[in-house]
T-cell receptor, first 114, second 113 residues
Framework: KAGVTQTPRYLIKTRGQQVTLSCSPISGHRSVSWYQQTPGQGLQFLFEYFSETQRNKGNFPGRFSGRQFSNSRSEMNVSTLELGDSALYLC?????????????FGPGTRLTVL | AQSVSQHNHHVILSEAASLELGCNYSYGGTVNLFWYVQYPGQHLQLLLKYFSGDPLVKGIKGFEAEFIKSKFSFNLRKPSVQWSDTAEYFCAVTSKRDDKIIFGKGTRLHILP
């Protein structure tokens, strides 16, 4: 079974721009979660989608948004980029949503904001 | 709000040494506990998890962790480490109340050959 894939793997943007990251979950997985990983803050939960609906949300500003499509693929959008948005963005998929589910992580998208 | 503390940010050991990485969480209700590992250049992957039952759980590659409810702890252990265990280790917790996963800030483990 193919793992979680994320595109692009690397991205360089400038302040004020917007960016869209994509995640394809493991086949059959219907839940997709997004995380931001930085050296200072570690892994922080952004949001979780299941059946095209946002089920849970972390403490990030509204510039961070996401969506999920009917095939479970998900996109994450960051608008008006700031220097502090430079991070590794990880996507994880699981069979369903909820606190008991094991998550499978993708390789991440490394975003650099100049 | 729930939090997870990993006390050791950076650990350096020699091969064959014993390992214990600390993890404490703040929430007192029903929790599920996880250890994830990120090897250099690889994806974050699950090492082991605790949902219920025997508080001593065994994971992959000889790792184990013990859930001590009274201490709000879920420490990771390995009796004899190998150079290939060099990685970053993350403790994580989910709860019925919050329904979202909270990660600790990670512990970088370097094993000297």
């Amino acid at each position: 079974k193919a793992g979680v894939t994320q595109t692009p793997r690397y991205l360089i943007k400038t302040r004020g721009q917007q960016v869209t990251l994509s995640c394809s979950p493991i086949s059959g997985h219907r839940s997709v979660s997004w995380y931001q990983q930085t050296p200072g803050q570690g892994l922080q939960f952004l949001f979780e989608y299941f059946s095209e609906t946002q089920r849970n949300k972390g403490n990030f500003p509204g510039r961070f948004s996401g969506r999920q499509f009917s095939n479970s693929r998900s996109e994450m959008n960051v608008s008006t980029l700031e220097l502090g948005d430079s991070a590794l963005y990880l996507c994880a998929s699981s069979l369903t949503w909820g606190y008991t589910n094991e998550q499978f992580f993708g390789p991440g998208t490394r975003l650099t904001v100049l | 709000a729930q939090s997870v503390s990993q006390h050791n940010h950076h650990v350096i050991l020699s091969e064959a040494a014993s390992l214990e990485l600390g993890c404490n969480y703040s929430y007192g209700g029903t929790v599920n506990l996880f250890w994830y590992v990120q090897y250099p250049g690889q994806h974050l992957q699950l090492l082991l998890k605790y949902f219920s039952g025997d508080p001593l759980v065994k994971g992959i590659k000889g790792f184990e962790a013990e859930f001590i409810k009274s201490k709000f702890s879920f420490n990771l252990r390995k009796p004899s480490v190998q150079w290939s265990d060099t990685a970053e280790y993350f403790c994580a917790v989910t709860s019925k109340r919050d329904d979202k996963i909270i990660f600790g800030k990670g512990t970088r483990l370097h094993i000297l050959p």
